[in-house]
């Protein structure tokens, strides 16, 4: 495994930029290391004082030392900015294909771009990024993980461009427990925009937020061809058991009030 470090590259390897909080002791360190295939480089973790690291830009190539060969950066891997929680603004280049489990869990930013050739966002990649406002998944995107979303407590809009077809459990699960009390509250996404594409939904996806607005990109048949569903404990003689099997929702029971919009441009 290498390490990027301030100043730790020729400027013929890499350009990439770090800014570091003064108040703690210490300063973070990027890892990265190579691909089994050894054809790409992958952003692996941070390693000393995650909470100096507020703003970074991943380098679309990396190398291990001045004068080696440098090579793409396709992945953000698994965990790898994980409880960075001063990390403000980071910068992720168009050579990046994969997003990993749990990569940006509690980071601080409020918004996020993610690149155009993104194929594949693992589950939970922004857990719990409570500042993040809005969020665009381009629609490069081919497999969207369960709980990529979760906890994004102040997300207000999601623009789901990605051709996928079935949006997994959790996905913008959004409620906040009431500090000391038994009560559950409602957080800000409000509008969802959909793709055509999408064949079925688990209702958990969109739970816990007051959505008024859903934008559908396709037409009237294909909004009621959708399916809502959810996986639920299998019942054998009466008794709950540790399987679980496939529950199907009615549409109306799980939309409400909310206000669908079909054939929606975004």
């Given at each position: 495994m290498?390490?990027?470090a301030?100043a730790?590259?020729?400027?013929a390897?890499?350009?990439?930029?770090?800014?570091?909080?003064g108040?703690?002791?210490?300063e973070?360190?990027v890892?990265y290391?190579l691909?089994e295939?050894?054809?790409h480089y992958?952003?692996?973790?941070?390693?000393?004082n995650?909470?100096?690291l507020?703003e970074?830009?991943v380098p679309?190539?990396?190398?291990?030392?001045?004068?080696?060969?440098a090579l793409p950066?396709t992945?953000?891997?698994?965990?790898a900015?994980m409880?960075c929680?001063?990390?403000?603004?980071v910068?992720?280049?168009?050579?990046?294909?994969?997003?990993?489990?749990?990569a940006?869990v509690?980071?601080?930013?409020?918004?996020?771009?993610?690149?155009e050739?993104?194929?594949i966002i693992?589950?939970?990649?922004?857990?719990d990024?409570?500042?993040?406002k809005?969020?665009t998944?381009?629609k490069?995107?081919?497999s969207?993980?369960?709980?990529?979303?979760y906890?994004?407590?102040?997300?207000?809009?999601?623009y789901?461009?990605a051709?996928?077809?079935?949006?997994e459990?959790?996905t913008?699960?959004n409620?906040?427990?009431?500090q000391?009390?038994?009560?559950?509250?409602?957080?800000?996404l409000?509008?969802?925009?959909?793709?055509?594409?999408l064949?079925?939904?688990?209702?958990?996806a969109?739970?816990?937020n007051?959505?008024?607005d859903?934008?559908?990109?396709g037409?009237?048949?294909?909004w009621n061809d959708?399916?809502?569903y959810k996986?639920?404990p299998?019942?054998?003689?009466?008794k709950q058991?540790d399987?679980?099997e496939?529950?199907?929702?009615?549409?109306?029971?799980?939309?409400?009030?909310?206000?669908?919009?079909?054939n929606s441009e975004f």
């Amino acid at each position: 495994m290498k390490k990027l470090a301030v100043a730790a590259l020729s400027a013929a390897c890499i350009i990439s930029a770090v800014a570091f909080a003064g108040c703690d002791s210490g300063e973070a360190t990027v890892d990265y290391k190579l691909s089994e295939d050894g054809t790409h480089y992958i952003v692996s973790g941070v390693s000393g004082n995650q909470r100096a690291l507020t703003e970074y830009d991943v380098p679309s190539s990396y190398c291990e030392e001045e004068g080696g060969q440098a090579l793409p950066v396709t992945e953000i891997g698994d965990d790898a900015f994980m409880n960075c929680t001063r990390l403000k603004k980071v910068t992720v280049p168009d050579t990046v294909t994969r997003i990993g489990s749990r990569a940006f869990v509690r980071c601080a930013f409020t918004s996020f771009t993610i690149p155009e050739n993104v194929t594949i966002i693992e589950s939970r990649a922004f857990f719990d990024c409570s500042y993040l406002k809005e969020i665009t998944i381009p629609k490069s995107v081919k497999s969207l993980g369960e709980m990529a979303f979760y906890c994004c407590t102040s997300l207000e809009k999601a623009y789901v461009k990605a051709e996928i077809e079935t949006l997994e459990a959790y996905t913008f699960y959004n409620s906040v427990h009431a500090q000391g009390q038994n009560v559950f509250y409602n957080t800000s996404l409000t509008k969802v925009y959909l793709p055509a594409t999408l064949k079925r939904i688990d209702i958990t996806a969109l739970q816990g937020n007051i959505i008024t607005d859903i934008y559908f990109a396709g037409n009237d048949d294909q909004w009621n061809d959708l399916y809502f569903y959810k996986m639920v404990p299998k019942v054998v003689d009466g008794k709950q058991t540790d399987e679980k099997e496939e529950k199907k929702f009615d549409k109306k029971d799980v939309v409400g009030t909310t206000e669908i919009h079909k054939n929606s441009e975004f």
